[in-house]
């Protein structure tokens, strides 16, 4: 099926504990698209991606990966299936040097020099014990160590979190740089990200996909803005 | 005391330095990386010193009875983390019944099996003689000890700091879910650190054997205290400084036997309870880093 694709998630139901974040999120996800999932705080956006990455239990739904089903799949292997993963805590070993956090990823070969091409920024601080770097050097670390596993998926959740908004512009223009046959779903709440990176988005609300659509619907219907994501000056700046 | 009995005294304390680095190293290794209390260490190692007294009975070699303690340790430490004791990461509680109960269940099936009484061990054929080194006399078995210990200490750093295992168990320590999203089982890590640890416990009951002069069912009781307080002087978790305080253990254990027979038993105690009121961090504490 050559229109199948990448990543589909249908009717998707999720458990942390006795408590149901996810009562049925579907979204569709193709090669070399970047998916913007969008909502308030707590509408189970990184819930959804700790789902398809396996540290979340489907309780009902399913979670395909080309076709196949991967829900019920342990984390490592969801990851050798081409997933790649960085969380909004961007889950760097601080006490490793960058360089150690990379080898985590992939032993040093071409693919570290494509990679760090596109990361100078961390190629300089190789040495560098991890947990020195500035919260901009971290997250580009989280993405290029990512990278290095060449995923075919990359799920990113909020990477501009706690970023001055010169360090953002820099991690918007990578990841733009780098977006061309990269397929990505995007976790993000600064809508001014989400529009320079997206081409579609999905918006979750308690749990549920609610709305869908080009990214353009979303710029220019403010009232689907404004009714699902009540986002405040803040969550807007440019 | 003349320079040539300050030789043998300090190449003793090396060599019991070294019986309790390889002894200390594997509690440190557990509980460093996997933050793991195990209260079974000093049962694994008293299973090792009756490895090499059956072995040696048999009238196998040193390098037979290492082997099997070695390789017996490690599938027996593997299994165990398998099929029990991964069940209480992240529990302390559950890890102290759990290791406790395992300890005392090991040390009642070697007493059903090898009975209550200490057995000795026959002197050394191999490395059974003295040597002369600088005045002093030492045991050509005691060298290899302490060229035993030397060995262990740098394989396990080459392994810690230089191998992809070792990267990657580092790595889990701090973020497993981390290691697991970038496609590395660490769970399988954690087994096999697990499995060097307990081998380290057989291997250093193995060497120790020959030293104490045979095996007991009460070892493991006396030898888990000294584990722990060498695990504590060196700054638990740290795998330098467990090496630093068993060579200070017994180091200064061998020199005190020399003046005052008694004074050995007592210099592990007053050495950690002198660290704990002026540096209750350990000699060499985790800065940060784990090992």
Known sequence: ?238 | MDGGTAVTLFLNGLALGAILFLLASGLTLIFGLLDFVNFAHGAFFMVGAYVFAAIAAEGGSIALAFAVAIAGGAAGGFVLERVLLRRAYGNELHQFLLTLGLGLIITEIVRIIAGPNFQAVRELEYLGGNVSVLGGSVQEYRLFLIALGVAVFLGMLYVLRRTRIGLIVRAGVEDPSMVEALGTNVRRGFSIMFAVGTALALLAGAAAAPYYGGAGPALGEEQIVLAFVIAVVGGLGSYLGSALAAVSVGLLSSYAAFYWEPGASLVPVLLMALVLLLRPQGLIPQAGARI
Do not use: H
């Open chain 1, 1 to 238: 099926m050559p229109d199948a694709p990448l990543l589909a998630l249908r009717g998707l139901k999720a458990s942390i504990g006795p408590f149901r974040i996810l009562e049925g999120v579907d979204l569709e996800l193709r090669e070399g698209e970047t998916l913007v999932l969008l909502g308030r705080n707590g509408a189970g956006k990184t819930t959804t991606l700790r789902s398809i990455m396996g540290f979340v239990e489907a309780v009902d739904g399913s979670i395909e990966l080309d076709g196949e089903a991967i829900s019920g799949l342990s984390v490592d292997r969801v990851a050798r299936r081409g997933v790649g993963y960085v969380p909004e805590d961007r889950g760097i070993f601080s006490t490793l040097t960058v360089e150690e956090n990379l080898r985590v990823a992939a032993p040093p070969g071409p693919v570290w020099e494509r990679v760090l091409d596109s990361f100078p920024v961390v190629r300089e601080r190789l040495g560098a014990r991890a947990g020195e770097l500035s919260g901009g050097q971290q997250q580009m670390l989280a993405v290029a160590r990512a990278l290095l596993r060449e995923p075919r998926l990359l799920l990113l959740d909020e990477p501009s979190t706690g970023l001055a908004p010169a360090v953002i512009t820099e991690l918007v223009e990578t990841l733009r740089a780098l977006q061309s046959g990269m397929t990505l779903l995007l976790v993000e709440q600064n809508l001014s990200v989400a529009r320079q990176l997206g081409q579609r988005f999905t918006i979750l609300e308690e749990g549920r996909t609610v709305a869908s659509g080009p990214m353009r619907e979303l710029t220019d219907d403010s009232s689907l803005t404004e009714r699902f994501l009540a986002l405040g000056g803040a969550e807007q700046r440019a």
